[in-house]
């Protein structure tokens, strides 16, 4: 059975397919049937116009957003509609959001083996990634947490990097909710607490899963300022 929120994600090529619906129907509807009988809710469906070669696509970005703000798991028809490359699959798998195909619904799985085809690879880019983390946690004035030269050298730089990549997750987090909340002060919601309200009325929880507090308020909107 399944359970659960969902993001629904369709895609096609072209304006013309776009505007006449062709190919969207039948990606709605494997989506439905592949949600039938279950106890869920779907928050949302995106419908993206934009060729597979490209990753930059606004749409898939809103829906990842959202998918990470509800906690819910990303739905496609096919598994081609998000993109035949592996390193575009692997970019998704990194952006902390689950998703399914209702065509293929162990694809989680193919993906984990895409990621040990390519783990070799992806092992020489970690440096570049933990430094990369470093650079723009430094760039945005994050301290990175108390001193560390009473640690090991490899122990200290760990802990920088394990710090870095937290905060950055923080700003990102951060960035996801920055629509939400001007929408709910372009709504009247003048104060801390009642922005707070706001975002647990659109089902939205903090990075915890806990509940909106003014305090919890505060550091996003400082992190939006910074």
Request: proline share 2%; with cysteine.
């Amino acid at each position: 059975m399944i359970e659960g929120r969902f993001v629904s994600y369709l895609r096609v090529s072209t304006k013309r397919q776009g505007d006449s619906g062709l190919g969207l129907e039948a990606q709605r509807k494997a989506v439905n049937d592949f949600l039938s009988g279950g106890r869920w809710l779907l928050v949302t469906e995106l419908v993206e116009v934009e060729s597979g070669k490209r990753a930059d696509r606004p749409k898939l970005t809103e829906a990842l957003r959202l998918c990470r703000l509800h906690n819910a798991t990303l739905v496609i028809a096919k598994l081609d509609r998000l993109s035949r490359d592996a390193h575009f699959l692997l970019g998704l798998q990194r952006a902390g959001v689950r998703f399914v195909a209702a065509d293929m619904p162990e694809a989680n799985e193919m993906v984990v083996g895409i990621m040990a085809v390519v783990a070799q690879a992806e092992r020489k880019m970690i440096s570049a990634r933990t430094k990369a983390a470093l650079a723009a946690a430094k760039e945005r004035g994050v301290k990175l947490g108390g001193p560390t030269h009473h640690l090991p050298k490899q122990a200290g730089r760990a802990a920088q990097a394990s710090a870095a990549v937290r905060a950055v997750r923080a700003q990102d987090r951060a960035a996801d909710l920055a629509q939400d909340i001007a929408e709910l002060r372009a709504g009247g919601a003048t104060s801390l607490r009642k922005i707070a309200a706001g975002l647990d009325a659109r089902g939205l929880s903090t990075a915890r899963g806990s509940a909106w507090t003014a305090a919890a308020v505060s550091r996003i909107l400082s992190r939006l300022d910074a």
